[in-house]
């Protein structure tokens, strides 16, 4: 089916269709069955969009909970520095922006050696101390957060746990940190004399119930790791300089407990697009596989995720979902729905080539596409043997041209890219997105954008209008750390050599002022008014003007990239058409619209709309 009725490098134009409905409500349900609960925000997820960002890195609201990993250390940068308390302090900024739901990263219980991003998970029944602070526990943020009308997203990991294990539920094996020696190592600045967690008296960390006697017994004692401690595997007497560091920082998966873990081996980037792979081996030292099949996984991830839910958050993010398999997934999300009904789930689902599996011409498994998790069918060449899964996935397709298209200031491939809308269940639950957390737009996708600002706007004006809820990473809206790598590219680096610097300098009472007149803060600003006045842009589908309904709510949308152009639009709805952008209004009775757009802006021309809405910027004019 043609989606677009103009398209070329310069400029795109699409029709959107929505049918009526209110914006006051949904017909989203919940059952939350705890007392004194905080009651979730009932609007339909589409209607929202999003700001995303890392709590440890985002504003420092309490010094006393500070804490640095084993790895990358600078002294003046904790790696968790941000903090709950300061997320709170500072929700009017997001709010300013104009967002209305806010995705935070897994807040659950970490253990690691560079635990900070919180998918290190060691307790999900427990929120990470190092976040709350009296007065600003978990709870106290979501109150906060629906106060000012925000709805809360929770990332959720399910595939892996730490290798400390799941606290109270089971132990991997291994030696604790404090006995480790090593010829000419230099222990980092806050550890002192070993890498025994550093606040705690006794340099152990690991307090899982499940470990034997022998360990825990090394809670309450010997800080310094002087021994003696016999290695129940080997029968070697520790301390000892140069023993094998895996007993240390590794696992052994052939003892892995089989009720809890798969013992599949260790996934490679060689072999990350087999499905077997992807879906049954380790992802690295400090994330073991989790058997999401058995029993014993499924009853506590679903317990724990009902403390969540009777907390009052409102949706579920699914990181790593790719490598779960997608009805193996919903076996989870049924039972999460059977407790609140409608639960909106996103799926982070990263494509391997083109995103569309053996639809497109990689022939990568499409069992390890966006597009498969969105459907219900089991056949990998049809989406339409199944109907919607109801949930909803990262626009990583869209995603994936942005270094040829917008981030080369052009529209280049947009049309190709959904076109191919009808193999999603449902293309307006699909969430896009300039940044994630360890991915960039540009042809090096380790890094964030680095081109021109206006290149930028052209790509967060295509994200608000096309189909589908935008996302923000924290930090696009001033151009945060432009062009520095959003993953480690080098053993040197630390966390302010990278996207995940600390982001709360920029919203410092000093500098506030100066992130809150950045020329893309004011464009996204206004996007999210416009978006919020007009529902064919928050539900609307793309479509021929042909195939219209006659009781619906239409919009007109065309976009330009570096140069002014016109657009002529045929088989339209006659009526009395409205631009957000300019004023402009049509009478339109031949069912043709013409309209001009200056370069980097849109025209959002909308049947009986609401007319102009706000103000003119460097970019909407």
Wanted: aromatic share 14%; glycine share 8%; proline share 5%.
């Amino acid at each position: 089916m043609k989606i677009f009725s103009y398209t070329n490098l310069k400029a795109i134009c699409f029709l959107l269709f929505c049918t009526a409905f209110s914006t006051q409500g949904s017909s989203y349900e919940t059952n939350l069955q705890a007392v004194n609960q905080e009651i979730p925000l009932e609007r339909d997820f589409r209607a929202e969009t999003i700001y995303s960002l890392q709590v440890s890195r985002f504003f420092d609201g309490d010094l006393e909970n500070n804490f640095f990993c084993r790895e990358r250390i600078k002294k003046e940068d904790p790696h968790w520095r941000g903090d709950l308390k300061g997320l709170i302090e500072h929700l009017d900024y997001i709010q300013n922006l104009g967002f209305t739901a806010i995705s935070i990263n897994q807040p659950v219980e970490n253990r690691g050696s560079l635990d900070f991003q919180g998918d290190s998970s060691y307790d999900w029944m427990k929120i990470d101390p190092r976040l709350e602070s009296p007065g600003a526990t978990f709870k106290d943020f979501i109150h906060a957060a629906h106060q000012r009308g925000f709805k809360v997203i929770q990332t959720f990991i399910l595939n892996h746990s730490s290798n400390y294990g799941i606290r109270n539920q089971v132990f991997v094996d291994r030696l604790p940190h404090k006995f480790f020696r090593k010829t000419g190592l230099n222990v980092p600045w806050p550890y002192v004399f070993n890498l025994g967690n550093y606040k705690n008296p006794f340099r152990e960390d690991n307090d899982n119930p499940r470990a034997p006697e022998w360990f825990q017994d090394y809670l309450r004692r010997d800080p310094w790791g002087q021994g003696p401690l016999i290695d129940s595997k080997t029968g070697v007497k520790l301390p000892l300089e140069n023993y094998n560091p895996q007993r240390f920082f590794g696992t052994d998966e052939a003892i892995l407990d089989r009720e809890w873990y798969h013992r599949n081996g260790w996934l490679t980037p060689e072999n990350c697009s087999n499905l077997t792979s992807a879906q049954g081996q380790h992802l690295g030292t400090d994330s073991i596989d989790l058997a999401t099949e058995n029993w014993k996984v499924k009853n506590y991830f679903n317990q724990a995720l009902r403390v969540y839910l009777d907390l009052g958050i409102d949706a579920i993010r699914v990181d790593f979902a790719a490598n779960i398999d997608r009805n193996e997934l919903l076996t989870f999300v049924n039972q999460w729905r059977e407790y609140k009904r409608n639960l909106f789930v996103l799926t982070d689902v990263p494509s391997i080539g083109s995103g569309f599996g053996q639809l497109g011409s990689d022939k990568y498994p499409s069992e390890l596409t966006p597009w498969w998790y969105s459907r219900l069918g089991n056949d990998v060449k049809n989406p339409d043997s199944g109907g919607f899964s109801n949930l909803g996935v990262l626009d990583y397709p869209l995603f994936n041209i942005w270094p040829k298209s917008t981030s080369n200031g052009t529209f280049q491939g947009v049309g190709d890219v959904v076109s191919m809308d009808w193999v999603y269940g449902d293309p307006t639950h699909l969430v896009t997105f300039f940044h994630n957390f360890n991915l960039g737009p540009g042809l090096d996708n380790r890094y964030r954008f680095n081109g021109e600002t206006w290149k930028a706007a052209i790509s967060y004006n295509l994200m608000w209008t096309i189909r589908g809820i935008p996302s923000l990473l924290c930090g696009e809206e001033i151009e945060f750390m432009k062009g520095y790598p959003q993953v480690f590219t080098n053993e040197l680096e630390t966390l302010d050599m990278t996207g995940k610097a600390y982001f709360g300098d920029r919203i410092s009472p000093e500098n506030i002022s100066a992130s809150q007149n950045h020329p893309l803060y004011k464009h996204i600003q206004r996007l999210n008014l416009i978006r919020s006045k007009i529902p064919a842009l928050q539900m609307g589908s793309l479509f021929q003007g042909k195939e219209w309904g006659q009781n619906g709510i239409n919009a007109v949308v065309g976009l330009s990239a570096g140069i002014d152009e016109t657009f002529t639009v045929e088989r339209i709805r006659n009526g009395i058409y409205f631009d957000a952008i300019t004023s402009g209004s049509q009478n339109i009775s031949s069912g043709s619209i013409t309209f001009s757009v200056k370069a980097n802006s849109a025209g959002i021309w909308v049947k009986n709309g609401p007319g102009k809405i706000g103000e003119d910027g460097p970019f909407l004019k």
